[in-house]
């Protein structure tokens, strides 16, 4: 019952499913500029949440068909246009010439060597950068090259990293890392190189999930890094084992989850409480002219999106670890919660991104199935913000941890170990074991990560 209120969305949106892909030598690519700007303007007009912000988006716009005509060629390329039609508040809309790539994002599957790193500016020189390992994926070449969390790199194919070159040095299929150490913010090369390649690889997003005695209490863990809904019945069996295993708290790590499906936050959630079944979790605020159409509330459920049972804990606290890199659906997460459960996060801030997008391609009625053949570009536009039952949205500068733990690039520590100092510092709480300190380090600066080069980086998007 839970997407009945979208009946009437999913007569204009396509759901994305692999039946549907077609090859990029299936398409066409034959359009022209007017064709692809006259689709960006039609569904920006329709949809976008900051429409009202935008003047070349109101209705009553151009006089003529000709005042408009040349308003669409009044820009070189597509990515022109759409950008001149973004709002000033807008950091999250984009546009791709490549839907179908764009769908196997949503889908967790990139060309991936397995090597999920962050960049940090150079203390002493900044426009210099160096990327730190977060994690590794199972069964890619950088696991099998011996790449594990906390390596540093400062250089691609002997060529420094810097603010201008790492997405150009970073993008090919193949490259070869340069190695370093990070001490007392110095980074000093090793001179030992590791060579990395790139496949098609879809990443589960359940990365670690495992419980942790101490001092007689059964501390569920979860390092969650994407919410991607084809993994939603796997997220559910790990909580069937939480509940089996009877834990008494949980801690979900969302430190490197940038977001994803809105579904799979409210399938999380329910997972996570379950007393709240069928009450508000968040509400969805359009643009005055969709409003009526769309606008509504989603509830706490307890089936996931295929119709499984939820398997929920039943929590009245759970522990978030957070940093800059958590955002959109991992946000959506912690503002759903707070209203009714206690949300303690432990790391650093959170983005900042409380909007959600949809995909819309060139038909008249912007659906996948009447595609026009003749290009693949697709918009990702905000259409909607998320306000939880509280009222409460507009979180422009992220969540502020409640336990404050910056990671330390010279100890990072190893991933789901009691010892790492961001789930350590939950454990503390947790048992009560010592009153935290606030570490006061400083850290350069972290400019982006690994996921920073997939197109759906740091969305949120309806189904």
């Not at 002493?124 to 540093?152: E, H, Q, W």
Request: hydrophobic share 35%; glycine share 6%.
């Amino acid at each position: 019952m839970k997407n009945l209120k979208y009946i009437a969305l999913l007569t204009i949106l396509c759901i994305t499913t692999h039946s549907c892909f077609k090859d990029n030598d299936d398409v066409p690519q034959s359009a022209s500029t007017v064709e692809i700007n006259n689709f960006i303007w039609r569904g920006m007009n329709y949809f976008y949440l900051y429409k009202a912000n935008v003047p070349d988006l109101a209705d009553n716009r151009f006089d003529s068909t000709q005042e408009f005509q040349e308003f669409l060629t009044s820009k070189e390329t597509p990515e022109d246009f759409f950008d001149g039609l973004l709002s000033s508040v807008d950091e999250f809309s984009f546009l791709v010439d490549d839907y179908i790539a764009l769908e196997q994002a949503f889908d967790g599957i990139s060309k991936n060597n397995g090597m999920e790193f962050g960049l940090v500016r150079y203390p002493d020189t900044p426009s210099n950068l160096f990327g730190y390992v977060r994690y590794v994926l199972p069964d890619t070449d950088a696991k099998n090259k011996g790449i594990t969390r906390g390596m540093i790199f400062n250089t691609i194919d002997g060529e420094q990293l810097t603010e201008n070159n790492y997405k150009k040095l970073l993008d090919p299929d193949t490259y070869t890392i340069g190695l370093a150490t990070y001490t007392d913010d110095v980074i000093t090369p090793t001179n030992e190189t590791v060579s990395l390649s790139k496949s098609q690889y879809q990443e589960n997003p359940i990365f670690i999930a495992k419980t942790i005695t101490v001092t007689g209490k059964k501390i569920g863990y979860l390092m969650y890094n994407s919410f991607t809904g084809d993994f939603d019945n796997q997220l559910n069996n790990v909580f069937n084992g939480f509940k089996s295993e009877g834990i008494t708290d949980l801690v979900l790590d969302l430190r490197y989850n940038g977001g994803g499906s809105v579904t799979s936050a409210i399938d999380l959630s329910s997972m996570i409480t379950g007393q709240f079944n069928g009450k508000v979790f968040s509400t969805e605020e359009w643009n005055s002219d969709r409003q009526d159409q769309f606008g509504g509330t989603n509830l706490f459920d307890n089936t996931t999106r295929s119709g499984q049972p939820i398997n929920s804990l039943q929590l009245n606290t759970v522990y978030i670890l957070t940093t800059r890199s958590s955002a959109s659906a991992s946000e959506l997460v912690i503002n759903g919660l707070n209203p009714y459960i206690n949300v303690i996060t432990i790391g650093s801030s959170t983005r900042g991104k409380f909007q959600a997008s949809i995909t819309l391609y060139d038909a008249p009625n912007f659906s996948r199935s009447e595609a026009s053949p003749s290009h693949t570009y697709a918009i990702q536009p905000l259409v909607l913000k998320s306000i939880n039952a509280a009222g409460f949205t507009d979180y422009f500068d992220g969540f502020t941890p409640t336990i404050e733990v910056k990671e330390n690039f010279s100890n990072l520590g190893k991933l789901g170990d009691e010892n790492e100092p961001l789930l350590q510092a939950a454990i503390n709480h947790i048992t009560g074991k010592r009153k935290f300190q606030k570490n006061i380090y400083t850290i350069p600066e972290i400019i982006g990560d690994s996921k920073m080069f997939s197109p759906n980086y740091q969305r949120m998007y309806k189904d």
